[in-house]
Nanobody, 125 residues
């Protein structure tokens, strides 16, 4: 399993970023995909998840209405559109794949794998 997140950067509060995650090494269309983040000194936190067909999505309360997760099964890509960014969104963002194929979205990091290097998002006030 190889996952590579990209698209992070430095943005002012209220701005937007779009993260991308390129996936390989597994049959992408069989797995629920997700985004997590880790701020300095904090635990890894679930941000958003999307089911294997793209129909079902789940978001952390802290990002609902601001972030949108999507996927392109033909390209083995998952995306995270982040709008109205806040300083508290500052973190390293990781994409991940559920451990088990055709399983639902769960927020516990232990249920996921393939974190990769992540991409830094910094939101200035």
């Amino acid at each position: 399993v190889q996952l590579q997140a990209s698209g992070g950067g430095l943005v002012q509060a209220g701005g937007s970023l779009r993260l991308s995650c390129a996936s390989s090494g597994f049959i992408f269309g069989r797995y629920t995909m997700g985004w997590f983040r880790r701020a300095p000194g904090e635990e890894r936190e679930f941000v958003a998840g999307i089911g294997w067909t793209g129909t079902n999505t789940t978001y952390a309360d802290s990002v609902k209405g601001r972030f949108t997760v999507s996927r392109d099964n033909a390209k083995n890509m998952v995306y995270l559109q982040m709008n109205t960014l806040k300083p508290e969104d500052t973190a390293v963002y990781y994409c991940a794949r559920k451990l088990i194929s055709y399983s639902g979205i769960t927020p516990a990091a232990i249920d996921w794998r393939g974190w990769g290097r992540g991409t830094q998002v910094t939101v200035s006030s």
